[in-house]
Protein backbone atom coordinates (compact mmCIF):
# COMPACT_ATOMS: atom_id res chain seq x y z
CA UNK A 1 0.00 0.00 0.00
CA UNK A 2 1.37 3.67 -0.74
CA UNK A 3 2.27 5.71 1.84
CA UNK A 4 0.43 8.22 3.10
CA UNK A 5 2.10 10.35 5.47
CA UNK A 6 5.84 12.10 4.71
CA UNK A 7 8.00 14.00 7.47
CA UNK A 8 6.94 13.24 11.31
CA UNK A 9 8.20 15.18 14.09
CA UNK A 10 7.83 13.36 17.62
CA UNK A 11 8.63 14.45 20.69
CA UNK A 12 10.17 12.06 22.71
CA UNK A 13 9.86 12.12 26.58
CA UNK A 14 13.15 10.84 28.88
CA UNK A 15 14.11 10.70 32.00
CA UNK A 16 15.05 13.91 34.08
CA UNK A 17 18.89 14.12 33.03
CA UNK A 18 21.58 15.20 35.61
CA UNK A 19 25.24 15.77 36.00
CA UNK A 20 27.26 11.94 35.05
CA UNK A 21 23.96 9.66 33.26
CA UNK A 22 25.21 7.86 30.75
CA UNK A 23 23.17 10.02 28.47
CA UNK A 24 23.77 7.80 25.34
CA UNK A 25 22.05 5.18 26.45
CA UNK A 26 19.08 7.17 28.20
CA UNK A 27 18.49 8.50 24.28
CA UNK A 28 18.54 5.29 23.02
CA UNK A 29 16.31 3.82 25.20
CA UNK A 30 14.00 6.35 25.27
CA UNK A 31 13.54 6.31 21.38
CA UNK A 32 13.37 2.62 21.32
CA UNK A 33 10.31 2.45 24.21
CA UNK A 34 8.79 4.90 22.67
CA UNK A 35 8.57 2.79 19.19
CA UNK A 36 7.27 0.37 20.95
CA UNK A 37 4.67 1.90 22.96
CA UNK A 38 3.21 3.86 19.84
CA UNK A 39 3.71 1.07 17.82
CA UNK A 40 5.88 2.72 14.97
CA UNK A 41 9.24 1.31 13.48
CA UNK A 42 12.43 3.07 13.55
CA UNK A 43 14.32 3.37 9.76
CA UNK A 44 17.04 4.08 8.14
CA UNK A 45 17.90 7.58 7.99
CA UNK A 46 15.68 9.11 10.77
CA UNK A 47 17.26 11.45 12.46
CA UNK A 48 17.63 11.74 16.65
CA UNK A 49 18.16 15.18 18.24
CA UNK A 50 18.77 15.64 21.30
CA UNK A 51 18.66 19.61 22.81
CA UNK A 52 22.09 21.05 23.71
CA UNK A 53 20.65 21.64 27.26
CA UNK A 54 20.19 18.26 28.12
CA UNK A 55 24.01 17.63 26.92
CA UNK A 56 25.54 20.48 29.04
CA UNK A 57 23.66 19.41 32.39
CA UNK A 58 25.07 15.42 31.69
CA UNK A 59 28.50 16.80 31.03
CA UNK A 60 27.90 19.07 34.51
CA UNK A 61 29.55 22.08 32.32
CA UNK A 62 28.28 24.57 34.76
CA UNK A 63 30.28 27.88 35.84
CA UNK A 64 29.91 30.73 38.21
CA UNK A 65 29.45 34.21 38.28
CA UNK A 66 33.17 34.32 39.87
CA UNK A 67 34.58 32.08 37.20
CA UNK A 68 33.51 34.84 34.73
CA UNK A 69 34.48 37.74 36.94
CA UNK A 70 37.92 35.99 37.69
CA UNK A 71 38.18 35.74 33.63
CA UNK A 72 37.45 38.91 32.64
CA UNK A 73 39.43 40.68 34.99
CA UNK A 74 42.16 38.78 33.68
CA UNK A 75 41.59 39.38 29.68
CA UNK A 76 40.57 42.90 30.35
CA UNK A 77 41.90 44.26 33.46
CA UNK A 78 39.81 45.01 35.91
CA UNK A 79 39.40 48.40 35.70
CA UNK A 80 36.76 50.61 33.03
CA UNK A 81 35.54 47.84 30.74
CA UNK A 82 33.17 48.72 27.66
CA UNK A 83 30.43 46.15 26.88
CA UNK A 84 28.85 46.49 23.74
CA UNK A 85 25.87 45.10 21.85
CA UNK A 86 24.71 42.80 24.25
CA UNK A 87 21.18 40.98 23.93
CA UNK A 88 18.33 41.98 26.05
CA UNK A 89 17.94 38.64 27.88
CA UNK A 90 17.78 37.49 31.77
CA UNK A 91 18.27 34.01 30.90
CA UNK A 92 20.54 34.42 28.17
CA UNK A 93 22.63 37.66 29.36
CA UNK A 94 21.50 38.86 33.22
CA UNK A 95 23.29 36.13 34.51
CA UNK A 96 26.58 37.04 32.43
CA UNK A 97 26.27 40.75 32.84
CA UNK A 98 26.68 39.93 36.86
CA UNK A 99 30.02 38.15 36.63
CA UNK A 100 31.79 41.06 34.00
CA UNK A 101 30.56 43.21 36.41
CA UNK A 102 32.23 41.73 39.34
CA UNK A 103 35.65 41.43 37.22
CA UNK A 104 35.42 45.19 36.15
CA UNK A 105 35.15 48.66 38.71
CA UNK A 106 32.98 50.50 35.70
CA UNK A 107 30.78 48.94 32.87
CA UNK A 108 30.13 51.62 29.89
CA UNK A 109 27.21 49.41 28.84
CA UNK A 110 27.31 50.38 24.89
CA UNK A 111 23.44 48.72 23.59
CA UNK A 112 22.35 49.27 20.13
CA UNK A 113 18.89 50.64 19.29
CA UNK A 114 16.05 50.52 18.05
CA UNK A 115 16.69 46.63 19.02
CA UNK A 116 19.52 44.35 20.18
CA UNK A 117 21.17 42.02 17.77
CA UNK A 118 18.11 39.13 17.45
CA UNK A 119 15.31 41.99 17.68
CA UNK A 120 14.11 42.31 20.97
CA UNK A 121 13.39 46.32 20.70
CA UNK A 122 14.11 49.09 23.49
CA UNK A 123 12.25 51.23 21.45
CA UNK A 124 9.94 50.90 18.35
CA UNK A 125 11.05 51.69 14.92
CA UNK A 126 7.91 54.37 14.99
CA UNK A 127 9.24 56.12 17.98
CA UNK A 128 12.58 56.61 16.88
CA UNK A 129 11.00 58.15 13.50
CA UNK A 130 9.02 60.37 15.45
CA UNK A 131 12.24 61.74 17.72
CA UNK A 132 13.96 62.53 14.44
CA UNK A 133 16.65 60.27 15.27
CA UNK A 134 18.61 58.09 12.94
CA UNK A 135 20.25 54.98 14.39
CA UNK A 136 22.96 54.50 12.64
CA UNK A 137 24.81 57.68 13.32
CA UNK A 138 23.13 58.87 16.70
CA UNK A 139 24.43 58.41 19.70
CA UNK A 140 22.28 59.12 22.86
CA UNK A 141 23.32 59.38 26.74
CA UNK A 142 20.84 57.93 29.32
CA UNK A 143 19.72 61.00 29.76
CA UNK A 144 18.75 61.86 26.62
CA UNK A 145 17.28 58.53 25.83
CA UNK A 146 14.85 58.98 28.63
CA UNK A 147 13.96 62.39 27.68
CA UNK A 148 13.01 61.01 24.09
CA UNK A 149 11.32 57.42 24.89
CA UNK A 150 10.89 57.71 28.99
CA UNK A 151 10.89 53.88 30.58
CA UNK A 152 10.63 51.12 28.00
CA UNK A 153 9.26 47.69 28.90
CA UNK A 154 9.65 44.91 26.60
CA UNK A 155 6.01 43.58 25.60
CA UNK A 156 6.86 39.93 26.51
CA UNK A 157 8.57 40.03 29.65
CA UNK A 158 7.74 43.19 31.23
CA UNK A 159 11.42 44.35 31.86
CA UNK A 160 12.89 47.62 31.17
CA UNK A 161 16.56 46.21 30.42
CA UNK A 162 17.84 49.28 30.68
CA UNK A 163 17.44 49.64 34.01
CA UNK A 164 17.75 46.56 34.83
CA UNK A 165 20.92 45.90 33.45
CA UNK A 166 22.23 48.66 35.01
CA UNK A 167 21.16 47.59 38.70
CA UNK A 168 22.76 44.54 37.92
CA UNK A 169 26.13 46.08 37.67
CA UNK A 170 26.12 47.82 40.23
CA UNK A 171 25.03 45.00 42.87
CA UNK A 172 28.44 43.99 41.96
CA UNK A 173 29.95 46.91 42.94
CA UNK A 174 30.60 48.49 40.01
CA UNK A 175 29.93 51.91 38.30
CA UNK A 176 27.63 52.08 35.17
CA UNK A 177 27.46 54.32 32.37
CA UNK A 178 25.23 53.59 29.39
CA UNK A 179 25.31 54.54 25.61
CA UNK A 180 23.06 53.76 22.83
CA UNK A 181 24.52 53.60 19.71
CA UNK A 182 25.39 51.04 16.46
CA UNK A 183 28.59 52.14 15.54
CA UNK A 184 30.95 49.45 17.37
CA UNK A 185 33.94 52.25 17.21
CA UNK A 186 31.92 55.02 19.43
CA UNK A 187 33.12 52.75 22.73
CA UNK A 188 36.53 53.57 21.99
CA UNK A 189 35.36 57.24 23.14
CA UNK A 190 35.22 55.56 26.55
CA UNK A 191 37.48 53.24 26.62
CA UNK A 192 39.96 50.90 24.74
CA UNK A 193 39.13 47.70 26.77
CA UNK A 194 36.26 46.37 24.94
CA UNK A 195 33.56 42.77 25.43
CA UNK A 196 31.58 42.80 22.58
CA UNK A 197 28.74 40.69 23.61
CA UNK A 198 27.05 40.67 19.96
CA UNK A 199 26.85 36.78 18.56
CA UNK A 200 26.48 36.44 15.06
CA UNK A 201 27.95 39.80 14.04
CA UNK A 202 31.30 39.43 16.48
CA UNK A 203 33.72 38.81 13.87
CA UNK A 204 33.20 41.78 12.22
CA UNK A 205 32.79 43.46 15.06
CA UNK A 206 35.99 42.77 16.73
CA UNK A 207 37.75 43.58 13.45
CA UNK A 208 36.59 46.79 13.81
CA UNK A 209 37.38 47.61 17.17
CA UNK A 210 40.88 46.55 16.57
CA UNK A 211 41.35 48.44 13.43
CA UNK A 212 39.89 51.40 15.01
CA UNK A 213 43.36 51.38 17.85
CA UNK A 214 41.30 49.18 20.95
CA UNK A 215 43.81 48.00 22.75
CA UNK A 216 42.10 44.98 24.45
CA UNK A 217 39.17 43.17 22.64
CA UNK A 218 37.45 39.62 23.78
CA UNK A 219 34.22 37.99 22.64
CA UNK A 220 31.76 36.59 24.94
CA UNK A 221 33.18 33.52 22.64
CA UNK A 222 36.88 34.61 24.46
CA UNK A 223 35.36 33.92 28.23
CA UNK A 224 35.24 30.72 29.78
CA UNK A 225 36.94 29.27 26.80
CA UNK A 226 39.24 27.39 29.09
CA UNK A 227 38.07 26.66 32.95
CA UNK A 228 39.16 29.22 35.62
CA UNK A 229 39.28 27.28 38.91
CA UNK A 230 38.22 24.18 37.70
CA UNK A 231 35.01 25.41 36.57
CA UNK A 232 33.17 24.29 32.81
CA UNK A 233 33.90 26.14 30.01
CA UNK A 234 33.30 25.95 25.95
CA UNK A 235 36.60 26.14 24.00
CA UNK A 236 35.23 26.88 20.92
CA UNK A 237 32.36 29.38 21.88
CA UNK A 238 33.10 30.35 25.59
CA UNK A 239 29.83 32.07 27.07
CA UNK A 240 27.87 32.37 24.08
CA UNK A 241 25.17 29.71 23.85
CA UNK A 242 25.12 29.74 27.60
CA UNK A 243 22.04 30.21 29.75
CA UNK A 244 21.13 30.82 33.39
CA UNK A 245 21.25 28.03 35.95
CA UNK A 246 20.24 29.77 39.71
CA UNK A 247 21.46 33.10 40.50
CA UNK A 248 24.79 32.81 40.46
CA UNK A 249 25.95 29.58 37.68
CA UNK A 250 25.14 29.27 34.49
CA UNK A 251 25.05 26.67 32.26
CA UNK A 252 27.49 26.70 29.36
CA UNK A 253 27.40 25.39 25.68
CA UNK A 254 27.80 21.61 25.54
CA UNK A 255 31.68 20.37 25.03
CA UNK A 256 32.73 17.57 22.35
CA UNK A 257 29.52 16.21 21.23
CA UNK A 258 30.83 13.98 18.54
CA UNK A 259 31.46 11.24 20.23
CA UNK A 260 28.12 11.47 21.64
CA UNK A 261 26.10 11.68 18.47
CA UNK A 262 28.28 8.51 17.12
CA UNK A 263 27.86 6.61 20.20
CA UNK A 264 23.56 7.26 19.96
CA UNK A 265 24.23 5.95 16.17
CA UNK A 266 26.12 2.94 16.48
CA UNK A 267 24.06 2.00 19.60
CA UNK A 268 20.66 2.23 17.13
CA UNK A 269 22.57 0.48 14.78
CA UNK A 270 23.30 -2.59 16.91
CA UNK A 271 19.89 -2.83 18.26
CA UNK A 272 17.62 -2.24 15.31
CA UNK A 273 19.95 -2.68 12.56
CA UNK A 274 18.83 1.16 11.09
CA UNK A 275 21.67 3.65 10.49
CA UNK A 276 20.09 7.05 11.80
CA UNK A 277 21.29 10.33 11.95
CA UNK A 278 21.71 12.23 15.14
CA UNK A 279 22.63 15.41 16.10
CA UNK A 280 22.38 17.85 18.90
CA UNK A 281 20.91 20.79 18.92
CA UNK A 282 20.51 24.94 19.98
CA UNK A 283 18.00 27.21 18.70
CA UNK A 284 15.84 26.86 15.56
CA UNK A 285 16.77 29.65 13.17
CA UNK A 286 13.54 31.42 12.58
CA UNK A 287 12.01 35.00 13.65
CA UNK A 288 8.76 35.34 15.37
CA UNK A 289 6.28 37.51 13.32
CA UNK A 290 4.96 39.59 15.83
CA UNK A 291 7.58 40.12 18.10
CA UNK A 292 10.27 40.17 15.84
CA UNK A 293 12.18 38.43 17.25
CA UNK A 294 14.96 35.93 15.93
CA UNK A 295 15.24 32.77 18.04
CA UNK A 296 19.03 32.01 17.21
CA UNK A 297 20.57 33.53 20.29
CA UNK A 298 22.88 30.37 20.23
CA UNK A 299 25.84 30.87 17.71
CA UNK A 300 24.76 27.91 15.89
CA UNK A 301 21.76 25.72 15.53
CA UNK A 302 23.74 22.15 15.34
CA UNK A 303 26.16 21.75 18.07
CA UNK A 304 27.27 18.26 16.50
CA UNK A 305 25.99 16.32 13.98
CA UNK A 306 26.59 12.66 12.06
CA UNK A 307 27.95 13.27 8.62
CA UNK A 308 24.55 12.28 6.76
CA UNK A 309 23.44 15.80 8.05
CA UNK A 310 26.08 17.61 5.86
CA UNK A 311 24.62 19.39 2.87
CA UNK A 312 21.28 21.15 1.36
CA UNK A 313 18.17 19.77 0.32
CA UNK A 314 18.41 18.90 -3.28
CA UNK A 315 14.47 19.32 -4.55
CA UNK A 316 12.36 20.56 -7.52
CA UNK A 317 9.70 22.39 -6.85
CA UNK A 318 6.15 20.55 -7.36
CA UNK A 319 3.73 23.21 -7.92
CA UNK A 320 6.98 24.45 -10.66
CA UNK A 321 6.23 21.19 -12.32
CA UNK A 322 2.94 21.22 -12.16
CA UNK A 323 2.30 24.51 -13.74
CA UNK A 324 4.66 24.68 -15.92
CA UNK A 325 6.73 21.45 -17.75
CA UNK A 326 3.34 19.29 -17.04
CA UNK A 327 0.49 21.80 -17.20
CA UNK A 328 -1.59 19.63 -19.46
CA UNK A 329 -1.14 16.69 -17.77
CA UNK A 330 -3.59 15.66 -14.58
CA UNK A 331 -4.41 12.44 -12.67
CA UNK A 332 -2.56 9.54 -12.60
CA UNK A 333 -0.40 10.92 -15.86
CA UNK A 334 0.74 13.98 -13.87
CA UNK A 335 1.85 11.82 -10.93
CA UNK A 336 3.70 9.85 -13.02
CA UNK A 337 5.38 12.44 -14.95
CA UNK A 338 6.16 14.55 -11.59
CA UNK A 339 7.66 11.17 -10.45
CA UNK A 340 9.91 10.05 -12.89
CA UNK A 341 11.54 13.53 -12.74
CA UNK A 342 12.40 13.33 -9.35
CA UNK A 343 14.08 10.18 -10.06
CA UNK A 344 15.93 11.73 -12.98
CA UNK A 345 17.19 14.98 -10.61
CA UNK A 346 20.29 15.68 -11.10
CA UNK A 347 22.90 15.32 -7.71
CA UNK A 348 22.50 19.46 -7.61
CA UNK A 349 19.94 21.50 -8.86
CA UNK A 350 21.58 25.17 -8.28
CA UNK A 351 20.05 27.68 -11.27
CA UNK A 352 18.01 24.80 -12.14
CA UNK A 353 14.60 26.81 -12.25
CA UNK A 354 12.48 23.57 -11.22
CA UNK A 355 14.43 23.96 -7.78
CA UNK A 356 13.54 27.51 -7.40
CA UNK A 357 11.79 28.75 -3.99
CA UNK A 358 13.20 25.55 -2.25
CA UNK A 359 14.89 26.42 1.02
CA UNK A 360 18.23 27.36 -0.09
CA UNK A 361 19.67 26.57 3.85
CA UNK A 362 21.24 23.51 5.49
CA UNK A 363 19.88 20.26 6.36
CA UNK A 364 21.23 21.00 10.31
CA UNK A 365 19.60 24.78 10.55
CA UNK A 366 16.53 23.31 8.63
CA UNK A 367 15.80 19.77 10.93
CA UNK A 368 17.29 21.47 13.87
CA UNK A 369 14.87 24.64 13.87
CA UNK A 370 11.73 21.91 13.19
CA UNK A 371 13.32 20.25 16.50
CA UNK A 372 13.53 23.14 18.52
CA UNK A 373 9.93 23.98 17.25
CA UNK A 374 8.60 20.38 18.85
CA UNK A 375 10.70 20.47 21.73
CA UNK A 376 9.43 23.72 22.74
CA UNK A 377 11.22 25.92 26.06
CA UNK A 378 8.95 24.92 28.82
CA UNK A 379 7.39 21.90 30.22
CA UNK A 380 6.65 18.99 27.60
CA UNK A 381 9.62 16.92 29.05
CA UNK A 382 10.68 15.95 25.07
CA UNK A 383 14.21 16.70 25.28
CA UNK A 384 14.73 14.10 22.53
CA UNK A 385 13.23 14.65 19.06
CA UNK A 386 12.63 11.50 16.38
CA UNK A 387 12.56 13.41 12.57
CA UNK A 388 11.13 10.35 10.11
CA UNK A 389 10.77 10.53 6.54
CA UNK A 390 12.27 13.64 6.24
CA UNK A 391 14.60 12.33 3.29
CA UNK A 392 11.51 11.05 1.50
CA UNK A 393 10.30 12.71 -1.37
CA UNK A 394 6.85 12.62 -3.58
CA UNK A 395 8.02 9.05 -4.90
CA UNK A 396 9.07 7.30 -1.64
Not at 61 to 76: P, Q
Not at 154 to 171: K, M, N, R, S
Not at 356 to 380: E, F, M, V
Request: glycine fraction near 10%; charge should be negative; charged fraction near 30%.
Amino acid sequence: MERKVGTISRGIRCPIIREGDNLAEIVVDSVLDAAESEGFEIRDRDVISVTESVVARAQGNYASIDAIAGDVKAKLGGETIGVIFPILSRNRFSICLKGIAKGAKKVVLMLSYPSDEVGNSLVSLDQVDEAGINPYSDVLDLKRYRELFGENKHPFTGVDYVAYYCQLIEEQGAKAQVVFANNPREILNYTKRVLTCDIHSRMRTKRILKEAGAEVVCGMDDILNAPVDGSGCNEKYGLLGSNKSTEDTIKLFPRDCMDLVNDIQNKVLDRTGKHVEVMVYGDGAFKDPVGKIWELADPVVSVANTEGLEGTPNEVKLKYLADNDFKDLSGEALKNAVSQRIKEKKSDLVGDMASQGTTPRRLTDLIGSLCDLTSGSGDKGTPVILVQGYFDNYTN
